[in-house]
């Protein structure tokens, strides 16, 4: 008698979940359908770091990358943000953390979970927030 109440129960509020509409960020458009052309967005230009707003924070990338290879033969980053070439080029050095390993061993070169910068640090364009956010910094990183 149980599993047949239960049984009834999930499959009337599949049909009422069935019934209602899902919003998606993608509109009302079908999926089967062509989509349209993203609009190209404005990067920022090379600049100042930008401010934080948590603590561990990633620093976001100043800049547009458009066009820069990172791959397991070659990480453009690295041609200004290395140890090597930070003064040179003005850019911010890659912290000494890229270059331990998972065990907080000291390595010589940047560490591989560390190497594809991309996965953490992202740059940052003049685009309209897809959905509402009211997130407000810490106080501990942030004059705001």
């Known amino acids: ?39 190209v967005k404005k990067m920022a230009k090379d600049g100042d770091p930008i401010e934080r707003n948590y603590i561990q924070q990633p620093p976001l990338i100043p800049h547009s990358i ?3 290879r990172v791959n397991l033969k070659s990480n453009k980053c690295m041609s200004c943000h290395s140890w090597k070439n930070y003064k040179a080029s003005g850019a911010t050095k890659i912290s000494q953390t890229h270059f331990e390993d998972r065990d907080g061993n000291a390595l010589a070169e940047v560490s591989k979970r560390r190497y594809f910068c991309q996965q953490c640090h992202v740059p940052q364009a003049n685009a309209k927030p897809l959905v509402g956010n009211n997130f407000k910094p810490l106080s501990a990183v942030s004059d705001k």
């Open 66 to 68: 458009k066009g820069y």
């Open 1 to 39: 008698m149980k599993t047949l109440f239960l049984t009834l129960l999930m499959a009337f509020s599949s049909i009422t979940f069935a019934e209602e509409s899902i919003d998606s960020l993608r509109g009302s458009h079908d999926l089967e359908g062509m989509s349209q052309d993203a609009t």
